[in-house]
């Protein structure tokens, strides 16, 4: 069967259809999904359930896999893979991670080397809502006005796991809580594409170099308004045994935060090492 790209949204997201993704993909096969992903920036494979094996192979064609920062979500047999759930230890429903990942935000990217994609299969879901949003920052850079481009442009800003609030910080370890943070161009360029996108986001973004802290919150908000316009942005409705890879160099995500309370949101998840931003 021959590789189908079906175009799901109007600015990003594409469903990938005639791929095995349980077993190895011949290299012109890999073109062709390769191709998708930097056109699409958010692939979606339905109806194949993987183990956690099979999920983590094929994650590895995509590149090195990027352990989590933190062990706490690590998956017990295998190191590059996390458990996302908003369950506790006692398979209780635990509000801190019921609200985890609500804010827009790009994974890994209080690493020095942030990560190129994520991936993510589903293991339970909520009977509705618990959906994901996405939001396109190569189109939000290029449709930005030039007097807010020409503001943030040339700047680094600093980066920081958990944020700067109170609430962000308060969940992490001691061990994390001490993480150095790193500093990335405000806007980054696409390492393959050579397009520009904006890399600050709300949840990890805490300063911008050279400018004191009212002015630089001044400015991320005048991002930030920008970037979170409806006309950047697709949802991803989730149904069992999807497989959802994304461009976390381009794009911004987030967990909709509403599916009904005591129903579980449970995924395997993984990330693809990345390289220098500039």
């Known amino acids: 069967m021959a590789v189908e790209v079906n175009k799901l949204g109007k600015v990003m997201l594409a469903q990938?259809?005639?791929v095995d993704i349980t077993r190895p993909i011949d290299p012109e096969t890999w073109d062709r999904i390769n191709n998708a992903f930097l056109d699409h920036k958010?692939?979606?494979f339905r109806d194949q359930p993987l183990t956690p094996s099979l999920f983590a192979q094929f994650a590895a064609q995509f590149g090195a896999l990027q352990p989590h920062i933190t062990k706490k979500y690590r998956h017990p047999n295998f190191e590059d893979l996390i458990v996302m759930t908003n369950l506790d230890e006692n398979g209780e429903i635990d509000p801190a991670e019921e609200a985890r990942g609500n804010a827009w935000h790009t994974d890994m990217c209080y690493f020095q080397c942030p990560a190129k994609a994520t991936l993510l299969h589903t293991q339970q879901i909520p009977d509705v809502?618990?959906?994901t949003e996405f939001a396109n920052m190569t189109l939000a850079f290029a449709e930005m006005p030039s007097h807010l481009k020409s503001r943030i442009e040339g700047h680094l800003a600093t980066f920081r796991y958990g944020g700067i609030t109170a609430r962000g910080q308060e969940r992490l370890s001691t061990r994390d809580k001490n993480r150095q943070p790193v500093q990335h161009?405000?806007?980054r360029t696409h390492p393959e594409t050579g397009k520009k996108s904006v890399f600050i986001n709300p949840a990890h973004t805490v300063s911008i170099m050279g400018l004191d802290h009212e002015k630089a919150w001044s400015?991320?908000?005048?991002v930030f308004a920008w970037c979170v316009q409806s006309q950047f942005q697709e949802?991803?409705?989730w149904r069992m045994?999807?497989?959802v890879v994304w461009d976390n160099r381009c794009c911004?995500?987030?967990?909709?935060?509403?599916?009904p309370l005591r129903q579980p949101r449970i995924f395997l998840r993984t990330t693809v090492r990345g390289t220098p931003t500039y």
């Open 129 to 131: 809502g618990g959906d």
């Open 185 to 187: 161009p405000a806007i």
């Open 219 to 222: 400015l991320l908000n005048e």
């Open 42 to 44: 958010v692939l979606v």
């Open 235 to 237: 949802t991803h409705q």
């Open 16 to 18: 990938i259809n005639g």
């Open 252 to 259: 911004w995500h987030r967990a909709t935060g509403d599916n």
């Open 241 to 243: 045994n999807d497989t």
